[in-house]
């Protein structure tokens, strides 16, 4: 669902909660997002995951992101036969991120599950 995913976007990119991009946020996230170091790419990528900005990303909302990526791609992608389903794709990143066996994954977390497991970096940052 692409109108899902551009809010959320669009959420990451207001980063004062204004309801409005401003040219300083605007080219912020584009360096980010374009040119960014992979510390600080993974950093905007749990932002965007992390719905309620408490510091984690649970399997909820990792689920709601995964699935509108899924509503406007998935029909143009082969997926691996794990994968097929959004909540297949969730499971298989909490598997091998959430060490601690929390409720969510913390930024630690997530930054440490994608730098050993550069196949991860595919999933989460998929089609960004």
Do not use: C
Not at 43 to 60: E, H
Not at 78 to 106: A, C, H, R, W, Y
């Amino acid at each position: 669902d692409a109108a899902k995913f551009a809010e959320h976007v669009f959420r990451t990119f207001d980063t004062n909660g204004d309801g409005v991009i401003d040219f300083r946020e605007f080219v912020t996230a584009l360096s980010v997002t374009s040119r960014g170091s992979l510390e600080d790419r993974l950093k905007w990528a749990f932002s965007l995951y992390d719905l309620d900005g408490n510091g984690f990303i649970s399997k909820d909302e990792m689920l709601e992101i995964v699935s509108a990526v899924y509503k406007m791609v998935s029909y143009a992608v082969e997926l691996p036969e794990d994968e097929i389903t959004p909540q297949q794709k969730v499971d298989k990143i909490f598997g091998q991120m959430n060490k601690s066996l929390g409720e969510g994954l913390s930024l630690l977390e997530f930054i440490e599950g994608v730098k050993n497991e550069p196949s991860i970096v595919r999933i989460l940052m998929w089609p960004l």
